[in-house]
């Protein structure tokens, strides 16, 4: 980073499907511009040295590639939809570069779908390579996260697994522990404490029609998804932003995403600096018409936030 406080890439801006769609010959289909085709939605956060994952979709391999990760301090889960879940296994290739265990971070319910899922992942006795987790419980409160610099190092055991050495020389088997995640630190974003790099998150709750999911602020920018409802209540946790993601999938009112209209409204009461429309099917008109339709709503409806779609690789700041 260069000066930058908050450093947010969209890896995927596409719904469930992914834009194009498998057999669609639609017109944003069957697009020459990149900026029409979508994976499903993530994004990579940097923050002070901190890098930070929110949701790890079916196109998580090909988007860590795409953007030469080759760390993560953090995974953070939204929902336990599988666009979002669905490329965990492949955080195999971090714990053999990284000889860490991936420290992911979810609600109570979202782990309960992790253990059916991936139960091979939970297993007493692990499938020698099976992907190595820390698992952090979070709920609607701030917590922090933390670099993995004091983090025990994983030691590959060929055709058995994963150990942690201990001081006397012995091998322990890793065990992919769930813990309560760390409280915030008040009185400060980010920082140091006993010698580890911090950087606290403010989780925003909302609603996926009936399923409660979790967006998250870090410093000035908003990653919101996947929700048609967000309470009242919430709305404070987001004041005074430069950036907002917010998720609409259609024209038309949808039983779990925002609308179109609730999303502008939403992006007009939120009054972050920009906000940036993602979760985007393939019903909306391609990249340059939908800038040009989205300019002139905004005008209309006196919509005080800078209101675009955005696209994959589009990446954004916050001082």
Not at 73 to 82: E, F, N, S
Not at 210 to 215: A, T
């Amino acid at each position: 980073m260069t000066g930058d406080k908050a450093r947010l890439t969209f890896l995927g801006t596409g719904t469930s499907q992914g834009v194009p769609i498998i057999g669609c010959k639609c017109e944003v289909c069957r697009s020459t511009d990149e900026r029409d085709k979508r994976f499903r939605a993530s994004v990579f956060v940097e923050y002070e040295g901190l890098n930070i994952l929110v949701d790890a979709g079916p196109d998580f391999r090909m988007q860590m590639l795409a953007h030469d990760v080759c760390h993560l301090d953090a995974i953070l889960l939204t929902h336990k939809h599988k666009d979002h879940t669905g490329g965990l296994d492949d955080v195999r290739s971090f714990n053999y570069i990284d000889r860490k265990a991936v420290e992911i971070y979810c609600e109570e319910e979202v782990l309960k779908a992790l253990r059916n899922d991936y139960a091979y992942a939970f297993a007493e006795h692990k499938y020698p390579g099976a992907p190595e987790w820390h698992v952090h419980l979070i709920d609607e409160r701030p917590f922090r996260i933390t670099s993995l610099e004091k983090t025990g190092d994983l030691e590959w055991v060929h055709d058995i697994g994963y150990f942690y050495r201990q001081p006397d020389g012995s091998l322990v088997p890793s065990d992919n522990a769930v813990v309560p995640a760390l409280p915030a630190v008040p009185g400060a974003e980010s920082g140091t404490k006993d010698g580890v790099k911090y950087l606290n998150i403010t989780p925003i709750r909302g609603f996926h029609d009936r399923m409660p999911v979790l967006g998250f602020r870090i410093g000035g920018i908003a990653y919101i998804t996947d929700m048609s409802f967000l309470p009242e209540s919430e709305l404070d946790k987001l004041q005074g932003l430069e950036h907002v993601s917010l998720n609409t999938v259609s024209y038309h009112p949808h039983h779990s995403h925002f609308s179109l209209d609730e999303a502008l409204a939403m992006a007009d009461r939120i009054g972050a600096k920009h906000t940036w429309l993602t979760h985007l099917s393939h019903t909306f008109p391609s990249h340059n018409a939908f800038c040009d339709e989205l300019r002139r709503r905004c005008a209309e409806h006196g919509i005080r936030s800078d209101v675009q779609p955005a696209y994959d690789g589009l990446t954004v700041t916050a001082p």
